[in-house]
């Protein structure tokens, strides 16, 4: 069977290969590979493991973490080349990482949550996260008008939210034109303007001697010119939402049915006009979204990434939501770690940690008060990212979320030990205290705060 038709194939369970992988061949259902060739190259062991390192089947599954890792088995591949690409491709701090894990040549574990921990992970899920520039950017109206139009058409979870985002921007529209309508003598002049088209003619006369005549002459632009310069507008509002058209509804005038479409390009010129609307947008997509985040939060994972796409679609980190899964898939490890929020039946958990970490972890866990800890993996879609400035703004991933008891009540904390010497460490640092500045609640009900 040709490579290319595999991914259609449902009943094929097993690919045997020689080189199709590295030369082309993309395999996003591809779970286990095991390879027996030699490989010393740099780009040849990266294109494969590049190929194999993503989310299976392109899409994450939410009821099991296992079929959201790769595991890969190569015995003759030269494991220092091999550990530096990994390292490269789910390093946290670059700009495009990736959340797959990928198991190489040891037996991957399945952990689902302790038994007795339903509290602290209620805590944990609790926690927010960021999105820092994941996707591209959206104009804050367009950001805002796609947010409402899924709540009110696809999602069906706010019947209102979709008229809502277009009131508030129409009327930041109309507020200016009565604005400029009232208080720019000129208003009105450059619309007429704008339907009027300045040319120069130049006629030259050829017979012995050459002449030139110069003069100029106004003509009207036509219906179609002015379609354009519409349109234009829509692109600028935000190119498929539509809301170009609704402010010509608002005040189209009969007797003179393109003058809505002028004054609509008039307003946008004023550079007022763009700052407001930008204001109105960002504020509209903070309202909507947190007025249903609860609703979104009990859709599927794949419905969900779509609302924390929109919400990182800006240059601000925004705050996304997260699910912790019913399960985990790690390395199997050596150290047997208790207390993990996620455990084995005799409630055991098995990670490889850094000396860093072993001190912090062994300090925690003799604390007054200690309840549980879950190990932050980097970049899952459960995993908590907190947005720090250095050389620009971006995500990184503490080490540990460390559950406790205080005065009754559940705490959590998030700790990443770092080496103080490192040049990031105080804008880490800073990151976090801003992270806890902005999320530790003080309520009547049972205490939730971040430290």
């Known amino acids: 069977m040709e490579a290319s038709r595999i991914q259609d194939q449902t009943a094929v369970q097993v690919v045997f290969f020689k080189m199709s992988l590295t030369t082309g061949w993309d395999c996003p259902r591809a779970e286990v590979m095991m390879s027996f060739r030699k490989a010393k190259d740099h780009t040849l062991i990266a294109q494969l493991v590049g190929r194999m390192i993503r989310t299976p089947l392109t899409r994450r599954i939410e009821a099991s973490e296992v079929l959201n890792t790769v595991e890969l088995f190569l015995p003759h591949y030269d494991e220092q080349a091999l550990s530096s690409i990994l390292d490269e491709l789910q390093n946290p701090d670059a700009e495009s990482g990736l959340g797959t894990q990928a198991v190489v040549g040891r037996e991957m574990v399945i952990y689902p949550r302790a038994k007795g921990m339903e509290a602290a992970l209620d805590l944990a899920q609790s926690l927010p996260s960021y999105s ?42 109309l507020e200016l034109r009565a604005r400029l309508q009232k208080t720019d003598p000129n208003f009105l002049e450059r619309v007429r303007e704008r339907g009027e088209l300045e040319i120069t003619t130049i006629g030259v006369q050829i017979g012995g001697a050459v002449t030139t005549q110069r003069g100029t002459s106004t003509v009207a632009l036509t219906a179609e010119n002015i379609d354009d310069l519409f349109d234009r507008c829509g692109r600028v509002l935000g190119a498929g939402e539509g ?189 976090l205290a801003a992270y806890a500045d902005k999320h530790t609640r003080w309520t009547d009900e049972p205490l939730q705060s971040v430290r």
């Open 132 to 173: 820092i520039a994941r996707v591209p950017e959206l104009p804050p109206v367009k950001r805002a008008l796609r947010l409402a139009s899924r709540l009110t058409l696809e999602d069906e979870l706010d019947p209102s939210a979709l008229d809502e985002a277009r009131d508030a921007c129409l009327n930041v529209l």
């Open 243 to 431: 809301l170009h058209k609704e402010f010509w509804k608002r005040v189209y005038d009969e007797t003179d049915p393109l003058r809505a479409k002028l004054e609509l390009h008039e307003v946008l010129s004023d550079e007022q006009t763009l700052a407001t609307l930008e204001q109105v947008g960002n504020r509209t997509f903070d309202v909507l979204y947190k007025r249903n985040k609860r609703k979104i939060e009990k859709l599927p994972s794949a419905a969900r990434e779509e609302y924390n796409r929109l919400a990182g679609a800006t240059k601000a980190p925004a705050e996304i939501m997260r699910t912790l899964p019913p399960e985990i898939a790690v390395r199997k490890e050596d150290r047997v770690w208790s207390h993990h929020l996620y455990a084995d039946t005799r409630g055991e958990f098995r990670v490889k940690l850094n000396s860093w970490e072993k001190a912090v972890l062994d300090e925690e866990l003799k604390r007054p008060g200690f309840v549980g800890w879950l190990r932050n993996v980097d970049r899952k879609e459960w995993s908590i990212a907190v947005p720090y400035d250095y050389r620009g703004v971006r995500p990184f991933y503490p080490d540990f979320v460390i559950i406790r008891r205080e005065d009754g009540e559940l705490v959590a904390d998030l700790m990443d030990p770092h080496n103080s010497k490192l040049d990031d460490t105080w804008a880490k640092a800073k990151g």
